[in-house]
């Protein structure tokens, strides 16, 4: 299994909401990322998981929140959210090792009404 | 976090042509690596140059990198329909190897 699953493809929440969404890879990479991209815009780096741990979090505002449950699963819980945070969100996993590249789910497309 | 520029921002071209974009970076890198978007989906994985090579080829793509200039090409040769995509260049910094993409240059190939 060479890919990373994003579950849903699609959400549209209100900003009340709580919703998750999912990503999960089976390669046994020990890193995994999060994304943010906007469109006509490239990715912006959100949150870093190594070894299951927390390593970078790039000042995102505390309605993201990440949750690694196991070395496969990767979470964004969502709560309370803008619309100007409408966007792609991709997940990326990788061997956790410098010179390797990063796998890339399909990503979920968010929309915030 | 976006790290650097691309240009040209678009590129279009008949098919069989080459393409050639060109990427700049801020900071010292541990590699530079340049990746395929189609229609806002997910980014594929292209080729990864370290900070110590200054060539690679990977069968149509050719990429160069020059750290004294912090600056790297992507060179696709004898371009198909199929290239048509966002093509982002994403240099992970030595420092706190965060991986962090340029704007991305757009090619449409014409057939």
């Known amino acids: 299994d060479t890919e990373v699953t994003q579950t849903p493809k699609h959400l549209v929440m209100g900003m009340t909401n709580k919703k998750s969404l999912k990503c999960e890879q089976h390669?046994?990479?020990?890193?995994m990322y999060w994304y943010k991209q906007k469109a006509k815009k490239p990715p912006e780096l959100m949150f870093v998981y190594s070894y299951e741990k927390l390593s970078i979090n790039e000042s995102v505002p505390s309605r993201f929140s990440p949750e690694c449950p196991n070395s496969s699963l990767l979470n964004l819980h969502l709560h309370a959210l803008q619309p100007e945070d409408s966007a792609l969100y991709l997940c990326?996993?990788?061997?956790?090792?410098?010179?390797?590249?990063?796998?890339f789910g399909s990503g979920t497309r968010l929309t915030v009404v | 976090s976006q790290q650097g520029e691309e240009d040209p921002q678009a590129l279009s071209i008949q098919e069989g042509e080459n393409a050639t974009m060109n990427c700049s970076y801020k900071?010292?890198?541990?590699?530079l690596q340049w990746y395929r978007q189609n229609s806002g989906r997910g980014l594929v994985h292209l080729i990864l140059i370290r900070s110590n090579e200054r060539e690679k080829h990977s069968g149509r793509l050719r990429v160069t990198l020059d750290t004294s200039k912090k600056s790297s090409s992507l060179l696709i040769t004898a371009s198909r329909a199929a290239d048509t995509a966002s093509y982002f260049c994403?240099?992970?910094?030595?420092?706190?190897?965060?991986?962090?993409f340029g704007a991305g240059t757009t090619v449409t190939v014409r057939a």
């Open positions: 900071t010292s890198i541990n590699n």
């Open positions: 990326a996993s990788s061997p956790g090792r410098a010179n390797y590249g990063y796998t």
């Open positions: 994403a240099s992970l910094s030595i420092n706190d190897y965060k991986l962090s």
């Open positions: 390669m046994g990479h020990r890193a």
